[in-house]
T-cell receptor, first 113, second 117 residues
């Protein structure tokens, strides 16, 4: 069975500072990895995904993530955050051949002035 | 990009009543849709997979008689919470794969906030 771990439930950061949201996964088969963002009372929006190829993936809103197979990680980064980035961020995994996303518990990013 | 809508966005009902939530794919067809529920400050939990023209597949622990799913067309899936109780209060989100037969990208609806009094 696969699982996703987001160790940080909350990450406070000042505006224009860099941020990294951590995600580790566990799976015995090949995986697809995703990061989604959820604004209050809204559904999820895809930030970026890793399916294959280059391990550094660039997404929307200036976010990027790096797939590290040896460390089974897919951390999300942004070099300079904005107030509008305040939201809940979910890491998710899809195992090869499967059709069900498994989500981490989410990380609340709070950007402060 | 692909758009998924949900209706209603928010509903308040009395305990014991039934509530229907609609999920529509607006500009693409979806033979499969997924229903999730999300409790406050928690992650999304997959409830069931809705299949057009056939029975839904429910995750372990989800009562199929309580959460009725109907996928009557290629653009519409409905979730009916029957005899709702306060513990059913939650945020319900649906999603659909963007490409037929592909599940690597799912498009999520905006969610429905259900409050059972």
């Amino acid at each position: 069975a696969q699982s996703v771990t987001q160790l940080d439930s909350q990450v406070p950061v000042f505006e224009e500072a860099p941020v990294e949201l951590r995600c580790n996964y566990s799976s015995s088969v090949s995986v697809y990895l995703f990061w989604y963002v959820q604004y209050p009372n809204q559904g999820l929006q895809l930030l970026l995904k890793y399916l294959s190829g280059s391990t550094l993936v660039k997404g929307i809103n200036g976010f990027e993530a790096e797939f590290n197979k040896s460390q089974t990680s897919f951390h999300l980064r942004k070099p300079s955050v904005h107030i509008s980035d305040t939201a809940e961020y979910f890491c998710a995994i899809l195992t090869g051949g499967g059709n069900k996303l498994t989500f981490g518990t989410g990380t609340q990013l709070k950007v402060e002035l | 990009g692909a758009v998924v809508s949900q209706h209603p966005s928010r509903v308040i009902c009395k305990s014991g009543t039934s509530v229907k939530i609609e999920c529509r794919s607006l500009d693409f067809q979806a033979t499969t849709m997924f229903w999730y529920r999300q409790f406050p400050k928690q992650s999304l939990m997959l409830m069931a997979t809705s299949n057009e023209g056939s029975k839904a597949t429910y995750e372990q622990g989800v009562e199929k008689d309580k959460f009725l799913i109907n996928h009557a067309s290629l653009t519409l899936s409905t979730l009916t919470v029957t005899s709702a109780h306060p513990e059913d209060s939650s945020f319900y989100i649906c999603s659909a794969p963007g490409l037929a037969g592909s599940t690597d990208t799912q498009y999520f609806g905006p969610g429905t906030r259900l409050t059972v009094l």
